[in-house]
């Protein structure tokens, strides 16, 4: 056999007809126990063989660095068959006479969006059923080494070797590639791509899907498409398949909230110049006569409210009567698009075989670290096995551990979001100081006011330190996970998915909350601040509200992380990769395989789909936890996923090794967490409306006390701030230089020093506080009716797809029968009489299914 004859991107054998299922790699070494993985590595691949699979191994002479050897391993006709029983997976038995339905949220969608049918759906829709090796000629073979796709080739192997034994070891039998991959006897274990993603296969007779996908799927310049769901299920299995599908759906779901968000956002900017509010504050003779208060000790001077003339302004763009009819809005949209994403994976359960789908095995089978680390045994009740089993008491220890880390970071979450509200209290001063004394900021001051300094330095300070907790905590929460020993690899990511969650979630909304619900509410009045550990005055909110800090805060946070975060994905694999294949060319002369070449790109990973969604379920908070403070969170949402969706597809079709293939039915408990996400933003931005939002104080002076018929809003501002007579100050709060005005205003509702309650909250504001929390029980009762409502409406199973079902059911027992029947009748010949009986008994169960459907 001559090396070079053969194609470098061969996915077969070296007779060019058996494939490539399987590549297991290992280096060897000269450590002291070299001995012990090639003895377990000898017995391993034995015991692959006995199972009928074929190796075949490349010599590391052969190698690109000279160092790697390569067991390739196909599975001949006969293991697939078996296993495919063993592992019930379903395979076609008749073309189906149910025409395709297309039923998407924009159904109305252009025909350049559209991709090709061939590429949309590869294959044509079958009646199927498990498969059976006695009954093979009932299903529609045509070629056996085309069959069964790619996918479940690979999960069939896959299958074999984590459950192939390698030795007795410690009077313990020891099995699977997990453990030996752990224990750095195999280096590495992968399926192979289809060839090439830049190039078709060059045989026409073989098909290069890798190339189908990154042409249709993977390139940025297809952004505007549809996803080619079937081929991506086909190739990297139904698990990142439904990832794909929730993905897209969502995204689709978005550029509804967005075009919404979107016209709350040029109304408000229609209103921006003609709302009463910023016009009483710009007015010279309004707002330019009223002298405010200082917004810290000492250092900060009197100033005019004027001075903040844009900041209004601009606050008007998100805080105005649209506001609460987005909040409401969003409470809705969030509902249809649970609602509607059950029944797209209804939907999605029948197109891809997965109404009967049980657990996927590997993620039941226990862990090695659980194995190598328990010293009982135990008798399994169901098997009557003796299995390994580790007592509570032995994993309570952890336990404590990993709660207490996991309060310890989120403390520390906290501790850093107070250290930057300490740098902005004692920054602000600073800020104040330098920009009053300074005479060439003075113009600068009309756009760019302390206030603002302050907010966009702190809310960038603040994304940093998210940024630097987050790369610290995957790490030491993957540690704690792994040190609580979880028996199955399921156990194991739902502990890590709520270590996870509850972590980010405090790390990137902490900030939101705080500017959202504490910021300004606890201030006190002049003469009498609160002081944060009796250092720094706390802060307080600008007069047009805290709402456009939200909304800083927010849109730097958000978008922040979305660049970061498709930065990173896209250029980690992208420097490793490269610096992995740099350190491979030793022999530049001898050929880089396909198995070579897929073993230098980087691993997806089994947690590959974990940070996924991790990242998109953040994402989803952003979206609706605070979205009554940021109308255009959804676009900025709707914007990144496109990216996103193409990011992903890129690096796994061109950057990461092919993933073995899995089977989901859903997508698993993050559907809960959104589900909780959903309930919680219905309170979050009823909040912000009544408490965060000046809607409702503007509401209440509108009906209550306005005396303005034609501008009922006019005088609003002037209402709003209470009256502090300078002489109160206590001596080390003031300023030190005379002014020749006498009292000075602050935001709140407070009777006047000439009061005999002077500086006591007054009757306004009792009024304003029962209107907040009236307004948040009606927002909140009439939001979550219309929830129940939808939810109880629309159906979790769409009426098609249960007619489908019923349909496919029916037809399946029914060529079942017909084939039963045909191989009595061969078996039986010409003993007539038992035959009838048979046929009796086989129509019996057909009208049985009948009946029952």
Known sequence: FQKRAQSKDSVFFRDGVRQIDFVLSYVDDIKKDAEIKAERRKEFEQNLRKTGLELEIEDKRDSEDGRTYFVKIHAPWEVLVTYAEVLGIKMPVKE?????????????????????QEVKFPRPEYFTAQFSRHRQELFLIEDEATFFPSSSRNRIVYYILSRCPFGVEDGKKRFGIDRLLTSNTYSSAYPLHDGQYWKP??????????????????????????????????????????????????????????????????????????????????????????????????????????????????????????????AIFMGIWVTLFLEFWKQRQARLEYEWDLVDFEEEQQQLQLRPEFEAMCKHRKMNPVTKELEPYMPLWNRIPWYFLSGATVTFWMALVVSSMVAVIVYRLSVFATFASFMESEATLQHVKVYFTPQLATSLSGSCLNFIVILILNFFYEKISAWITKMEIPRTYQEYESSLTLKMFLFQFVNYYSSCFYVAFFKGKFVGYPGKYTYLFNVWRSEECD?????????????????????????????????????????????????????????????????????????????????????????????????????????????????????????????????????????????????????????????????????????????????????????????????????????????????????????????????????????????????????????????????????RLKREKLMTVKILHDFELKKLKENLGINSDLFSKQVMMEESKVQLAKSTI
């Open 96 to 116: 189906s006479d149910i025409p395709r339905t297309e039923n998407s949220p924009l159904r109305y969608m252009l025909g350049p969006v559209r991709l090709p």
């Open 201 to 326: 296969a060059e045989s026409p007779s073989t098909v290069n899907e890798r190339y189908t996908l990154y042409q249709n799927w993977a390139r940025f310049s297809y952004f505007y498409k549809e996803q080619p769901l079937d081929l991506i299920k086909d190739y990297f299995g139904e698990k990142i398949g439904i990832y794909f599908v929730f993905l897209g759906f969502y995204t689709e779901m978005l550029l509804i909230a967005a075009v919404v968000g979107l016209a709350c956002l040029i109304y408000g900017i229609l209103l921006m110049d003609s709302n009463q509010t910023s016009t009483d504050i710009c007015d010279p003779e309004i707002g330019g006569q009223l002298i405010m208060c200082p917004l810290c000790d000492q250092v900060c001077d009197y100033w005019r409210l004027n001075s903040t003339c844009l900041s209004s302004k601009l606050s008007h763009l998100f805080d105005n009567e649209s506001t609460v009819f987005f």
């Open 543 to 803: 007069p047009g509200g805290c709402l456009i800090e939200l909304t800083t805060q927010m849109t730097i946070v958000m978008t922040g992380k979305q660049i970061f975060g498709n930065i990173k994905e896209a250029i980690y694999p992208l420097v490793f990769n490269w610096w992995r294949r740099r350190k491979a060319r030793t022999n530049s002369e001898k050929l880089y395989s396909r198995w070579e070449q897929d073993h230098d790109l980087e691993t997806f990973g089994q947690l590959g789909l974990f940070y996924e969604y991790l990242e998109t379920v953040i994402q989803f908070g952003f979206v609706t936890l605070f979205v009554a403070s940021f109308p255009l969170a959804p676009l900025l949402a709707l914007l990144n996923n496109i990216i996103e969706i193409r990011v992903d597809a890129w690096k796994l079709t061109t950057q990461y090794r092919r993933p073995v293939a899995a089977k989901a039915h859903s997508i698993g408990v993050w559907q809960d967490i959104l589900y909780g996400m959903a309930v919680v933003s219905v309170a979050t931005n009823a909040f912000i409306v009544a408490f965060t939002s000046d809607i409702i104080p503007r509401l209440v002076y509108y009906y209550a006390y306005s005396t303005n018929i034609t501008h009922p809003l006019k005088g609003y501002v002037n209402n709003s701030l209470s009256v502090f007579l300078i002489a109160d100050f206590p001596n080390h709060t003031a300023p030190s230089e005379k002014r020749e005005f006498t009292t000075c205003r602050y935001r709140d509702y407070r009777n006047p020093p000439e009061d005999k309650d002077k500086y006591i909250h007054n009757m306004q504001f009792w009024h304003v506080l029962a209107a907040r929390m009236t307004f948040i029980i009606v927002m909140e009762h009439i939001v979550f009716l219309v929830k129940f409502l939808l939810a109880w409406m629309i159906p979790d199973v769409p009426k098609d797809v249960e007619e």
